[in-house]
Each structure stands twice: as structure tokens, then as C-alpha cells.
């Protein structure tokens, strides 16, 4: 079966350093986000992306963050200059284009930053 | 704001028995409700949807939508110790952003 695929699993940085993280979404999928997960907190929307561009975007999603999809199969989330609270879980996910049709997620990069 | 709230748990039920949770939602104009496991430390897993009204019945597991109420339900039947994990209510309003319920921890006693 397709699967959303990230890497990599686990990201440490420093404080203020730029990070990039990686998905390939599952081929004839349409619709792209990324979400992020506090340790013990909810799954929170950052972003979707969609025709080349971004469809939506949440509060968390401030001028640090910005996708792009470089190449037909890769979708990245860069954060600039990172701090200590984006360490998370951040889960890459994709749905075909019918309306009602389903996120499937990726396994997931566990950025710590220090 | 639109918010899905469940409640946090743990909830805790012997094996065989039927595992109830809950999912309750403030956007009426929501289109279409998923429930998803998630095992600690991994990704949501769909465990399966819901767009109408009723309920919908898959393997041991039926999900029951109710509108007029704003509520969503998730019933396992024969729970079973794999079972165990964080169940996840997921509601999509009329755009593309799917919000997410702090999640339900279920705990399956052998």
C-alpha cells in the first residue's frame, strides 16, 4: 500500500539554526500538509498546500516557517531560526482531491532543538 | 474557534468488552468526521469515517454521527489489548483544514 514517507526521523539542532524537513506524499495525491505535535499535547495544523501554493495556514505558521514543493514527489517544511518550543513531532500528511477523502500521514521527524 | 473535544481519558476496559468514546464538535457547518489511532511516540492510523448521518459499521468497529447533536461516537466491539492506544476525533469543516480532538487514551486489561 502507498504511504507518505519523511525524513528524517528524528532531527536535533541548535537553537537558531535552520532546519528542513522532508515528505514525499503518496504519488496521486493532491492536497499536502504539515501538522505538529507537542509531547502530550493535541495534533495542531500548520499549514496545506495545494496547486503549488499555500491553501491555508495557522497562527503557527509565522514568517519562520514556509513549504515548497521543489520537485514533483518532494514537499518541505524549512523552519528559519529555530527555538527551544518547536520541539515536536511533525507529521507530514496527504488526501487524493475528492472532497471528503482522508489525511494520511507520514511516520513522522522528532525535531528537538537545544 | 472551531474546537473538537474529547475526553482525555484513560479509559480503561476488560478484554471482550465494548471500548465507547466520544467526540463532540463546535463548527455545524463540518462535512465529514474521521477516527484515527495512534500508538505513543507514532503517527495517526485511520481507523475509519463518517459523512452522513447514522452509523457506520466496520469489522469490530462503528462509528455513529449525530448533526442536530454535534457528536461523533467510536464503539469497539471485543476489545482487544492491541487495541490500547489514543484514539483521535478529526472533523473537516468546508475547507481543507482538518482539526483534531486532544485524543482519547484506551487502555485494553487482559
Known amino acids: 500500500e502507498p504511504e507518505v514517507t519523511q525524513t528524517p526521523s528524528h532531527q536535533v539542532t541548535q537553537m537558531g539554526q535552520e532546519v528542513i524537513l522532508r515528505c514525499v506524499p503518496i504519488?496521486?495525491?493532491?492536497?499536502f500538509y504539515w501538522y505538529r505535535q507537542i509531547l502530550g499535547q493535541k495534533v495542531e495544523f500548520l499549514v496545506s498546500f495545494y496547486n503549488n501554493e499555500i491553501s491555508e495556514k495557522s497562527e503557527i505558521f509565522d514568517d519562520q516557517f514556509s513549504v515548497e514543493r521543489p520537485d514533483g514527489s518532494n514537499f518541505t517544511l524549512k523552519i528559519r531560526s529555530t527555538k527551544l518550543e518547536d520541539s515536536a513531532m511533525y507529521f507530514c500528511a496527504s488526501r487524493v482531491s475528492s472532497y471528503n477523502s482522508p489525511l494520511h500521514f507520514g511516520n513522522g521527524t522528532r525535531l528537538t532543538v537545544t | 474557534q472551531k474546537e473538537v473535544e474529547q475526553n482525555s481519558g484513560p479509559l480503561s476496559v476488560p478484554e471482550g468488552a465494548i471500548a465507547s468514546l466520544n467526540c463532540t464538535y463546535s463548527d455545524r457547518g463540518s462535512q465529514s468526521f474521521f477516527w484515527y489511532r495512534q500508538y505513543s511516540g507514532k503517527s495517526p492510523e485511520l481507523i475509519m469515517f463518517i459523512y452522513s448521518n447514522g452509523d457506520k459499521e466496520d469489522g469490530r468497529f462503528t462509528a455513529q454521527l449525530n448533526k442536530a447533536s454535534q457528536y461523533v461516537s467510536l464503539l469497539i466491539r471485543d476489545s482487544q489489548p492491541s487495541d490500547s492506544a489514543t484514539y483521535l476525533c478529526?472533523?473537516?469543516?468546508?475547507?481543507?483544514?482538518?482539526?483534531f480532538g486532544t485524543g482519547t487514551s484506551l487502555t485494553v486489561i487482559p
Open positions: 504519488s496521486n495525491h493532491l492536497y
Open positions: 478529526a472533523v473537516k469543516s468546508t475547507g481543507n483544514q482538518f482539526y
